[in-house]
């Protein structure tokens, strides 16, 4: 091998190492490009994360104004109630007023002056009444109380005398037209 072989393996080898340090040098550059890559994918997912948690925060407010202002409406709703309420009642007791008034005012203008007798003198008459000093004189009757008869209360009826069956009664009855209960129906004591 002469110098012109080593001379050639020399530039080779050289020429392999340029070659090595260029692809050390591109996978240098390539990992500092994946590592800014990856910064940059981290950057943008913070970003991101950053930007939903502000979409969040804009709904949690736009949540509690909507609540805000549905209670507002609510409380107004209740007050314009309570004023409708108020003012029908105002509205109620106006016109009672009102009809009490147009009454009494009728009354006085129109009822009570045709009902007055007129009188275009000023004559007055006086009616006096006299009594009789008789009927003065005269008291109130005496009360006289009279105590009522002593009534025994306690009187039992006697029993009715016994009825007897003779032939000769129920043919005597029979021809006179009347029964034997008919003799006793006008008994003294009986029910009758």
């Given amino acids: 091998m002469g110098s012109l072989d080593r001379e050639r393996i020399a530039n080779l080898e050289a020429q392999r190492a340029r070659i090595r340090q260029a692809g050390a040098e591109v996978e240098r550059d390539m990992a500092a490009g994946a590592a800014m890559n990856e910064a940059a994918r981290r950057s943008a997912a913070e970003n991101t994360a950053a930007n939903e948690r502000l979409r969040a925060d804009m709904a949690e407010s736009a949540a509690r104004s909507a609540s805000a202002s549905a209670h507002a409406a609510y409380d107004e709703a209740r007050d314009e109630r309570a004023a409708a309420g108020n003012a029908t009642f105002f509205a109620a ?75 000769d009664d129920d043919d005597s009855n029979q021809s006179s037209g009347g029964t034997s209960g008919d003799s006793n129906s006008n008994a003294p004591g009986s029910g009758g």
């Avoid at 009728?106 to 009594?131: C, F, K, M």
């Fill in 93 to 167: 007791i106006a016109a009672f007023v009102a009809i009490a008034l147009i009454a009494i005012i009728g009354y006085y203008l129109w009822w009570q002056p045709a009902h007055t007798i007129d009188t275009s003198t000023n004559t007055v008459i006086e009616r006096t009444v006299t009594i009789p000093p008789a009927v003065q004189a005269k008291a109130a009757a005496p009360i006289v109380n009279v105590a009522p008869p002593h009534v025994n209360v306690n009187v039992e009826n006697p029993p009715p005398p016994p009825v007897s069956r003779d032939s």
